[in-house]
């Protein structure tokens, strides 16, 4: 069965720089939520979108936005990039807004120095 | 307000043995539950689930957990560990919203000796 996919899977980038991360949802689903882990961390979510428009918004910095395409594709720009944004960004997707039924994708992770 | 805590943070067993990982939530309505693992440098895969079926839940490689809400808990169990079982475990409640948000716990490391 086809599932979340992330691209890319690492990511190098220096202080300031950006990054653009992308994720295709598992097809048939409506629904890309974005989370951020740390090192050692549970998963933090970030922002979610639903056909479309943004659906939730949560520890997201103003630096970071996302946004949904018309093929439900999602991607997540990170702009003056810290240190601290160092982690695994991971997309989930799911049926439907109202439903825990979340899968996600293998992560991003992103080194920043 | 939904909150969840694993109740420890790492678990060490011998290959072999039960694995126990404890979660306790707070909810103020019927809740939905899950497990997930990621094992390291990996994603999250979901172990099992419970939404207000049974209360005994099964799960994928073995693991169970049961739902009791007398106690507001939902422990993860196994019978006999392996050393493939080695990895982070979170317990996640599931926000009772329009959005239903994750909401996660802060992680149960599990090593398994050999």
């Known amino acids: 069965a086809a599932g979340v996919i992330q691209s890319p899977r690492h990511l190098i980038k220096e202080k300031r720089e950006t990054a653009t991360l992308k994720c295709y949802p598992i097809?048939?689903?409506?629904?890309v939520y974005w989370y951020q882990q740390g090192p050692g961390q549970d998963p933090q979510f970030l922002i979610s979108?639903?056909?479309?428009?943004?659906?939730d918004k949560g520890s997201i910095p103003d630096r970071f936005s996302a946004q949904q395409f018309s093929d439900y594709h999602s991607e997540l720009n990170m702009s003056s990039l810290e240190l601290g944004d160092s982690a695994l960004y991971f997309c989930?997707?799911?049926?439907?807004?109202?439903?825990?039924?979340?899968?996600f994708g293998p992560g991003t992770r992103l080194t920043v120095t | 307000a939904q909150s969840v805590t694993q109740l420890d943070s790492h678990v060490s067993v011998s290959e072999g043995t039960p694995v126990l990982l404890r979660c306790n939530y707070s909810s103020s309505y019927s809740p939905s539950l899950f497990w997930y693992v990621q094992h390291p440098n990996k994603g999250l895969q979901l172990l099992l689930k419970?939404?207000?079926?049974a209360t005994l839940v099964k799960g994928i490689n073995g693991f169970e957990a049961e739902f009791k809400k007398s106690e507001t808990s939902f422990h993860l169990t196994k019978p006999s560990a392996h050393m493939s079982d080695a990895a982070e475990y979170f317990c996640v409640v599931g926000n009772a919203g329009n959005n239903r948000k994750l909401i996660w716990g802060l992680g149960t490391s599990l090593a398994v000796n050999p």
């Open positions: 097809p048939r689903h409506d629904t």
């Open positions: 979108f639903y056909e479309k428009m943004q659906s």
């Open positions: 419970y939404t207000s079926a």
């Open positions: 989930a997707s799911s049926k439907g807004q109202g439903t825990y039924e979340q899968y």
